[in-house]
């Protein structure tokens, strides 16, 4: 069993940046597949990006591609998302995830495992 806690989030002004931190425990995090995932009040669970075991492949999706990037430490049992450029309707709650399979990386129902998400919020 893994567990992943995300830290991070708080109140940012738009244009700004944050980076979100992922700690994982429990598992061998090499093998896992990592991502991140948002939600805005009223809206489905939404893809932001995923890196692979290695960390030498990322994929994002097209709302963040630029602005944002994902990345790990392996040692530290860590992935990152650092946030540039923020908009308001970045404005959700941001989930770690893992998997262990590096197909479907962008379907909420294809990870194993969830952190309990921090919130990020972009207003002036």
């Known amino acids: 069993q893994v567990q992943l806690v995300e830290s991070g989030g708080g109140l940012v002004q738009p244009g700004g940046s944050l980076r979100l931190s992922c700690g994982a425990s429990g598992g061998t995090f090499s093998t896992y597949v990592m991502a991140w995932f948002r939600q805005a009040p009223g809206k489905e669970r939404d893809f932001v990006g995923a890196?692979?075991?290695?960390?030498?492949?990322?994929h994002y999706a097209d709302s963040v591609k630029g602005r944002f990037t994902i990345s790990r430490d392996n040692a530290k049992n860590t992935v990152y998302l650092q946030m540039n450029s923020l908009k308001p309707e970045d404005t959700a709650v941001y989930y770690c995830?893992?998997?262990?399979?590096?197909?479907?990386?962008?379907?909420?129902?294809?990870?194993?495992?969830w952190g309990q998400g921090t919130q990020v919020t972009v207003s002036s």
């Open positions: 995830t893992a998997k262990q399979t590096p197909t479907g990386v962008e379907v909420p129902a294809e990870y194993d495992y």
């Open positions: 890196i692979s075991r290695s960390g030498a492949r990322t």
